[in-house]
């Protein structure tokens, strides 16, 4: 497995690749899909994650976001 694919149960949607690869851009850091994960207080499908991962935002403040299944981001 490479080192930041994610495990089958959390794969994301196409939307929300799309979606939060053009977020990390924006925020000039790189996208990962290992950073986003279903979050238990977020309806079904949603995920959620620090833009750029948990290790950026400590160095480089970013935001956390959820994103719908159909790819629309909320901080």
Request: charged share 20%; with cysteine.
């Amino acid at each position: 497995m490479k080192r930041y694919e994610p495990l089958p149960e959390n794969r994301l949607t196409l939307l929300q690749e799309a979606s939060l690869s053009a977020i990390c851009e924006r925020y000039y850091v790189e996208y990962h899909p290992i950073h986003y994960r279903p979050s238990f207080d977020l309806p079904a499908g949603y995920v959620a994650g620090w833009v750029g991962g948990v290790e950026v935002q400590a160095a480089h403040p970013t935001i956390y976001v959820g994103c719908s299944p159909e790819g629309i981001i909320r901080s």
